[in-house]
């Protein structure tokens, strides 16, 4: 099939094609750079937290008695839950992963108050928090019972001895090479603290932190009326512990409620909603844009073989085969849309490197581009086949007489 035939009559109607190419432009910028950002949300959302979520939920209980004695009634809830029957084990905490809320520190790598070289999230427990959060110990130990302080009776507050992450060691000590336990960092000038073990994971309560993975253990327990417990059960019992758990610690005690029941699923349900309304989002648009610019394809096509009837049925009459005014309209939509095509693709690298510098998102994948063309390429010539095969079935007869 010729060249000229072709761009003389897209000469003949330049803004219909030029409109069409830039719509396929816009769509094309948008698509790559909509499918980039679900994917890294979709990545996002997949993460592990490290903990065992199937099988883990929080509650919270409150006193309201003015001199009610926190310390015991913490402890004797933690010996109720622990031997329910289907527990595996229980700790009281200040937060747990995806909870979004609760507490970091700056760290220091030697003592004073001046900028932080780190940060971390911070999770309070005892030594059964290790068990509880069926976290993946990689090296050291869990904590002793004798490491563990009330906030009470702590005069520096920090303890002296903690557990990290991985993600946290290799941001603490980048240049660090072998075990990290036996590492020292201070909170401030007068609390320094030791690494006594390593974890494998354990993400921090806020999702979109970008420190997300750094956190710490810290053996310190907080006598107050308000008390956290997370409770991990064996595989298939949470929500019928869940509700007799709650229930048994309302009979225990009636000077306290027990609110703010949450399972660690719900909690990644809630802490990811936002993201996930986001790719529903640009999931209609990109199907809307692909679907709008289909149309305009088919629309395009249509008033084109309208207009050039007479010029299609000279063409059959000089000889031309249904297959040959196929591949013409097909050539000429393939040739539009390949200049909106890698137009867009040029917009869509510099829409996402102002994007990337503007809210710090992951550069473009390399194969974004290359799926999106192959897509659009699709589209276009899906949308052109009816008009296509219209103007094939187009008699000479008939187009010699429209004349």
Known sequence: MEFGPIWRAMMRNKGGYLLIALQIAVTMAVMVNAIAIMQE???????????????????????????MEEKALIQEDLDLLRNMPGVVNAVETNSFPLRQGGWSEGLHREPGVGKSVSSSAIYFVDEHGLETFALNLIDGQNFSPEQVVWDSDSDDFWPATVIITQALAEDLYPDHEGSYVGQ????????????????ERLQAPWPTWTGVERSMLVPLRRE???????????????????????????????????????????????????????????????????CITGLGIVGLASFSVARRTRQIGIRRALGATKPAIVRYFMLENFLVSSVGIITGGILAVALNVVMVQA?????????????AMLVLWIVGQAAVAGPARKASGISPAIATRSS
């Open 184 to 199: 020292t960092f201070w909170f401030n000038d007068d609390n320094p603290a030791n690494v006594v073990g390593v974890v």
């Open 41 to 67: 949300r979709s990545i996002k959302m997949a993460r592990p937290s490290g903990i065992d979520e199937a099988n883990t939920f929080s509650l919270v209980s409150v006193g309201f008695k003015p001199d």
């Open 359 to 371: 809210f710090a998102l992951t550069p473009l994948a390399w194969y974004i581009i290359p799926v």
């Open 224 to 290: 107050s009326e308000f008390a956290r417990y997370v409770v991990r059960t064996e595989p298939g019992y949470r929500d019928e512990v869940l509700a007799d758990a709650e229930e048994l610690l309302s009979g225990s005690n009636k000077e306290r409620i027990i609110r703010g029941v949450e399972t660690a699923t719900d909690a990644r349900k809630m802490a990811y909603l936002g993201d996930g309304a986001m790719i529903k989002m640009l999931s209609f648009i990109v199907i809307l844009l692909t």
